[in-house]
C-alpha cells in the first residue's frame, strides 16, 4: 500500500516526490524514483539529486531538533537506560563511522540522527558525513531502481496482483503475532 502510495506521489510530483519520499520512508521510494527515471519520466540525475536532498532535509531537522531537546528531563530519563547509553558510548568512540553509516543499517534512519543529536559530536563533522552519506546511499538506491527496477516489478507482479486488503490482512495478522510473540516472552 505505501508503495503504491509512493509511485503515485513520485509520479505526478516527479523528483519533488522523490525527495519527499526519501525524507518520510527512505530506500523504497528512492528505488521507485530511480525505476521512474529507468522509464523516461525524468532523469535519474534529477531522481538522485532529489533523494539526496529530501534525506539529507530529513536528517538536518532531527539532529537539530535533538540537539535542541537534548538538555530535557524525558532526554535525559531514556539516557540513563543501558542500550541507549550503550549505543551512544560507541557513537562517541566512533562518530565519523556511525554518522556515515546509521543511514545503511535498518532502523536507524530517524534514530541515527536523534543519537548524533543529544551526543557530543560537533554539528560541524555530522553536517559533512551526512552529506557525503547521503549522496552515497541516494545514488546507490537511485541506481538500484533504474537498473532493477522494472525486473523487480516484474517479479512482484503476482502479489502485486492480489487485492489490497488480502496483504493489508496477512500484514496485521503477522504483525499481531510478533506482537503476541513479544508480549509472552516479556
Known sequence: MLGHLLSIAIHRLGPFGVALGAALEGETAVM????AAGHGLFSPLASGLAACAGSLLADQLVFWVSRHERQRPWVRQRLANPAVSRALHFLERHPRLFCFGF??????????????????????????LNALSAAVWAALFTWLGYRFGAGLLYALSPVLQVPHIVVEALVFAVVLAVAAIWARRR
Do not use: N
Open 103 to 128: 543511514r545503511f543499517v535498518y532502523g536507524f534512519r530517524i534514530a541515527g540522527p536523534a543519537a548524533v543529536g543529544i551526543s557530543s559530536v560537533p554539528a560541524s563533522t555530522f553536517i559533512v
Open 32 to 35: 521507485i524514483g530511480g525505476t
